[in-house]
Every structure is written in C-alpha cells, then in structure tokens.
C-alpha cells in the first residue's frame, strides 16, 4: 500500500485513490473492534501524542482507543494544566514534544491552521483533529465510511449539510470529500451562520430548510454553540430550532430512506429533534463506531510510512 | 558662485533624459545641471555611474517601537532601515509605550534620533489623539505640536466614538493634519485576512473592506462639515477609492495613503497561512489592488507609505490567528515597488510624486525638488541591482516580511541627509 502523505492536515490534500486507501484500511480494521480481545501489535512500541488544545471528548477518547487497539502507546497533552497555559508558545511545545521523538502527534487547537504550523516544525507525523473553522478531516473521513457502509457509493447522492456551516470545520472537510466522492452537497444555514461568500465552498447554498431538504438522501446536522447567540449572530435558540431543527415532518420532504448524520455532541431540540437522533435512520452512533476504525487505519498509515521507507 | 563640497557626477533623473550632475553646498543643493565629463571641481566627487539620482523618500506612517518595544525594533535601527531604503524623513506613530500622548515622550524619541543618527534621517514623531489612544480624551495637541509632533493620529486603536473624533478633528484642525486608520472596531474585530473566498475556505473571521469604507465615508462627511483636513492612513481597497475620489471632486480636504503590500499583493498570500503577510487592514482582492495603483496614477491616493510594522520573530512564529499584524517595510519599499515601474504599472516620476514630495508637501517637511536652496537630501538607485531579501540583508530589527528569501531587482546604493552620506553599500563611499 502506497502512502505518500507525512501529515493528514485536510482532505483537500487526498486524492481519490488515497480516500478509496484509507476506506479500504478502516474497513479492515473494523473487524478487530468486534472481536473479544480487540488488540493487534501493528503499531507496538510507537507513541502517539495526543494534544488536545481545546476541550475534547469523543475525537480525543476516539483517537485514544484507536492507538491502543494498535498497541501503540499514547500520551494525553491538554492545555489546561500544560505550559501552554503558562504562557509557551505552540512552537516551544511543539518543539519539546519533537524532542521526545514521537511517531505522531494528533492535534486539536482553536486556530484554524494550526496543524499545518505544527506539522511544517516535526518530522513525525501529524493527524488534524480539528483546526479552528478550518478543517477535521477525520471527521469527513468517517463521515464517508458511515455513509458507504449504507451505500457502497456516494455517486449521485445528495447530502444536505445543516446548520452552522460558518463556524464548523466539519462542514468545510465533509463537503469537500463528499464531493470529491461523487455526491451533491447542499449548505443551509441562516445568512449570519454562512461565510459571506458561502459559494466558496463548493456547493450550493440554502438559507431556508424547506426547499434544501427536498428530495435529499442524507442530513448531517451540525452543532449550534451557543455563544453564536452572544455573538448576535442569532435572536435566540428557540428561534433557531423553529427554522432549522430537523424534524420528522421536515425529515418527510427528503428521500424515503433518508439517513439523519450529527457530529455530536448533539443539542436535542436545537438541532435535532430528540426522537430523529435515536431512530432507525439515525446513524450517528455508526459514525462513532466507524471514527475509531477510520482514526486506526490514519494511525496505521501514517506511522509506518515512515518504517516502510527506511527499509526501502 | 559659491564653491561646491560634494559633487554628484553622471547620475540618471526620473523625470528627465541625459545624464546630470548635482553639486551641494553647506548641506543644500547649489545646482543640477547637464553632466560634463570633462569638469573637474574642488569638491569631493561622487561617481554617480549613471545611476537614478532621486530626491530623499519620506515615509509618513512608520512604528519604531521605542519606548517601550525595543524587541521588536528601536529608533536607532527604525532610522538604520530607513536610511537603507532611502528615507530622510520618518513620521512614527503614537502607539509606543507609554503612547506618545505627552511632550515628554516627544522629546525623548527626538534625543535618541539626534543621539544615534545625528547626521539623520530625521525623524519626525506623530502625536496621540486622544491620551493613551483610548478615544476618550483629546491628547493636549499643541503641547505634543511645540514638542516637535507633525500630526495627530490614533493609530491602531481607531476612535470608536463619533462625537469624539469629530472634535478631535475640529482641535486639531489650527494645530496639523489628523492622520486617521480607517477601520470599524466592531465589524473588523480580531482579524487578518479579508473577507470572502479565501477567509471563508481557510476557516479565518474575515475583515470585510466595509469595516474600512464605512470609516472613510465617516472621516469624509466630518471632513467636509467641519471644514478640517483629515489624512486617510493605509488605504486598502476600491471602495474606500471610490469614496475618496468621490469626495475629492467636491473639493473636500481629504488626502490619503497606500501601501507597498497592497500594490503588490493580494490576499493569495495568505494560504498556508503565511503569518507574514498578516497585515491591518488586510491583504485585499486583485480587483482592489487595481483600484489602488490607479488611484495612485491619477492622485485620488496622494502618497505611498510603508506602515513599516516590525516584529519580533517569535511574534510571526505563532498560527496565523494568533500572530501579530504588520509588515517590515523600510528596508524594502522603494526597491518593491520598483517592480511595478519596471513592469509599466507605475512611473519613475509616479514615485518620486508619491513617495518624496508629497508626503513632505501635505504634512510641511523638508523636501528636495532638486532646486537651488532645497536640502540635499537625495538617493542613488541601482534598478538593475538584484539582491535577495535575507534577514540580515534588512536594517530593521522587524525581519517580519513576505518578500523575504524573494530576490528584488533595484537598490538604494546610497542615501544623504543634508548633503551627508547616511547610508552607502560600497564603503568606499563613506558613510
């Protein structure tokens, strides 16, 4: 298996063939995550930092899992309690971290390139666990693999990403790779959640959920933070809900067997109504269980590029 | 006829064809007049070696940092660049610390001028506004004046509050000119990159050009109803040109400025996001680029400055968010913008109007129009001096530039301040 890439810093850096690698590994993978003892010494002896600059559970705790079904052993970096919030600066950490010889580093930082800095300073591997508003491409990547999964091929699905698009590195990644994939993509989001100039991203654009979600296979909710309100970006959340949360009457204007997607953690009745989040076309807990295949099988590729090129 | 100290032999003019020769005396110039090979004067000679000959550049809008920042660049090495861009005169900005909001601080950034570079380039300090930039009081203006201050500016901390500046404007309008950064301090909030394409790809809060033109379309109208001259800082996009033309064919006291980095840079060079073309106001669009270098053509944008904005590297060496704005630009501005003469986008003349007399004409400093009488303040330009931009090629302390690892084709050879060398690259020259 050929890997050319050192770093995972966003889709857009994949072609299709490197997307079709990574889904082929993490269906691979997926099977250890069934058996009784779900470990493999793939990656025995490797370390992983995890870095974490900004509060994390499921992406940190999906990588974390990850690593160790690898047998690689993996060390939490937060910044709470770290130097960073002792004044070091992101390159001092880094370059302490790098000092330590680590196989990869997995980042997570409230600036949007962030992973790019950190990853041009390293020679080990960098995984982008979410830059700012930029990108987290492991989310687009397990998005995809829960999607094919149902369908084999995205080609000429269309899949309506919902709610604030502006603020979300999630819409930005899974847009791009689902359209790389083959699939329509449509945005909906009130005008104050959308980039202002919102085409830049590839697909067309909705400010109204009704006629966005007509006739679509799947919708993939995003998270509200609530600061938006603060923001003045939004009159409140309940006025939100009342134009944006997916409901099961909206939900009737998709496809018949429309799948209902959240990169969690979800707000009930913000975003989502609470019933849609655990019905039978909900897979949301699927692209939990498929992060932690497809954050193995980016583990696995990226640390032993490395290896497979010292031998050659 | 009285006898020369310097003569400058066989140099090139920007306005003119031939070659000239120029004479100083007691720091002035005594006469521009056709070369002739065959003089030979008393006075010390300079080979011009058909070299552009170009009056002393004056930069209106420049951070030396000193007080208070001395690791980012000090006044020594602030008049070191400029120097070895071809400045004589610098105008630095308030926002040191302490502000430059009272004479004390006036007079001590005018004794280290004389104490490190007494020969020059002069320096000529811009006064607060309002005291310690905060936009609520007026900075006492005429004491900052008689203190050596030339202009007025709250530069970097816009004056949110409307009432307040417009008497700010109105004080300042018997005691000079009000030097204005155009920015709304809501709408263009914690950012460095415009808004549209890219901000929105790169996942960045975009600083729409309307937080700009909304400031200029403010400063214009108080501008015209008080009846007091309001200097435009760092103008970065079509709109706010459009504004300003607008207001200049009725006639309104508005004058204004642009940049190198927006004439030769757009906002492309923010991908993989580059902390060194973080600037404030950001890097624009191509569209805004081209207003600009018409603007400048036709005078609708009066003058050229650097906004020279020195860094320490630690200070670029951050993600992108997180860097500081601003661009080192003494050391580069003349031999940057000389690629925009060589490709036809700009005239020799163009620059020397934009650059040199302009500047020293809206805010009253020496200037040098190569008449007799007029201070000896001059340059000497190779255009076909190729050099790399490497940190230790720049004067300044601020290394924090996109050009750097670039190769430029054009450079100051040599700068004199007064008829004396303040800057030479052949040592021979003796500066």
């Known amino acids: 298996m ?86 070091e600066t992101l390159k001092d950490t880094v370059l302490t971290l790098q000092a330590m010889n680590p196989d990869a580093i997995v980042i997570r930082h409230s600036a949007s390139g962030a992973a790019e800095f950190i990853a041009r300073r390293v020679s080990c591997a960098v995984i982008n666990a979410g830059d700012g508003w930029h990108a987290h491409p492991t989310q687009a990547l397990l998005d995809a ?19 604030d698009v502006a603020h979300s590195r999630v819409a930005r990644s899974s847009c791009r790779l689902l359209t790389m994939l083959g699939a329509s993509v449509r945005l909906c989001a009130p005008r104050t959640l959308l980039p ?23 919708v993939m909710c995003l998270r509200l933070q609530l600061e938006r309100q603060e923001a003045g970006l939004l009159p409140d959340l309940r006025e939100y809900a009342r134009r944006y949360c997916l409901t099961a009457k909206r939900l009737k204007r998709a496809a018949p067997d429309v799948r209902v997607l959240h990169p969690g953690p979800i707000n009930r009745g913000v975003e989502i109504a609470s019933d849609l989040a655990d019905a039978g076309n909900s897979l949301i807990l699927d692209q939990v269980a498929s992060g932690v295949a497809v954050r193995m099988a980016l583990l696995y590729l990226l640390i032993t590029r490395k290896d497979k090129g010292e031998i050659a | 006829m009285t006898t020369p100290e310097l003569a400058v032999r066989n140099v090139r003019l920007a306005d003119r064809d031939g070659a000239w020769d120029l004479f100083v005396a007691a720091g002035r110039v005594l006469e521009l007049c056709a070369h002739d090979p065959a003089a030979a004067p008393e ?44 400045f004589v005169n610098v105008m630095c900005m308030a926002n040191t610390s302490p502000v430059n ?17 007494p020969k020059g380039p002069r320096l000529f300090p811009i006064g607060a506004l309002t005291i310690g930039l905060a936009g609520r009081e007026l900075a006492p203006m005429a004491e900052l004046r008689q203190a050596g201050c030339v202009a007025f500016s709250n530069d970097g901390e816009p004056v949110a509050d409307t009432e307040i500046f417009r008497r700010a404007l109105e004080y300042a309008a018997d005691l000079g000119p009000v030097i204005d950064h155009c920015e709304d301090p809501y709408m263009a909030k914690g950012s460095g990159a415009n808004e549209g394409a890219l901000s929105a790809r790169l996942g960045l809060r975009g600083q729409p050009d309307v937080a700009e033109a909304l400031q200029v379309a403010r400063d214009i109208l108080l501008a015209e109803y008080l009846g007091a001259p309001v200097h435009l800082a760092h103008v970065s996009c079509r709109r706010s040109v459009e504004l300003i033309a607008d207001a200049k064919r009725r006639g309104a006291s508005v004058t204004a400025e642009t940049c190198p980095h927006y004439l030769l840079m757009t906002e492309d060079a923010l991908f993989g996001y580059d902390t060194m073309a973080k600037v404030n106001p950001p890097l624009r669009t191509d569209d805004d680029r081209l207003a600009l270098l018409e603007a400048l053509r036709t005078g609708v944008i009066d003058i050229l400055a650097t906004d020279h904005a020195p860094h320490a590297a630690h200070e670029k060496e951050t993600p992108f968010e997180e860097a500081k704005n601003g661009i080192s630009g003494l050391d580069t501005a003349l031999a940057s913008l000389w690629s925009l003469v060589r490709q036809g986008s700009l005239t020799a003349s163009d620059i020397v109007e934009r650059l040199a007399w302009r500047p020293a004409a809206i805010f009253n400093l020496p200037v040098n129009r190569f008449a007799p009488g007029d201070p000896a303040d001059f340059l000497l330009f190779d255009p076909e001096e190729s050099w790399v931009v490497t940190p230790e090629a720049l004067r300044s302390k601020g290394k924090n530039t996109p050009l750097l690892g670039q190769s430029l084709t054009g450079r100051v050879m040599l700068t004199a301040v007064n008829g004396q060398i303040v800057h030479a690259l052949d040592p021979a020259a003796g500066a």
């Open chain 1, 196 to 218: 202002k100039d919102a085409s830049a991203l590839y697909a067309p654009v909705y400010h109204e959920l009704e006629p966005a979600i007509e006739g679509v296979d799947a």
């Open chain 1, 2 to 87: 050929n890997w050319p890439h050192k770093d995972l810093l966003d889709v857009s850096q994949l072609s299709r063939e490197d997307v079709e690698v990574v889904m082929r590994t993490a269906a691979s993978f997926r099977e250890i995550n069934a058996r009784p003892v779900k470990k493999v010494p793939t990656l025995k002896g490797k370390s992983v930092v995890l870095f974490f600059a900004e509060p994390s559970t499921r992406t940190k705790t999906s990588f974390d899992i990850a690593a160790k079904r690898l047998s690689a052993d993996t060390f939490a970096l937060a910044k709470t309690g770290s130097s960073l919030q002792k004044g």
């Open chain 2, 101 to 117: 909001d009272n004479a004390s601080i006036t007079k001590h950034m005018l004794r280290r001028a004389e104490a490190v570079w």
């Open chain 1, 145 to 163: 693999r829960t999607l094919l999964d149902v369908w084999h091929s995205l080609a000429g699905k269309t899949i309506l990403i919902l709610g």
């Open chain 2, 43 to 86: 006075a010390r000679t300079l080979d011009g070696r058909g070299l552009l000959l170009l009056p002393g550049l004056t930069d209106a809008h420049a951070h030396l940092r000193e007080p208070g920042q001395e690791w980012k660049e000090d006044i020594a090495s602030g008049l070191a660049a400029a120097a070895a861009g071809g």
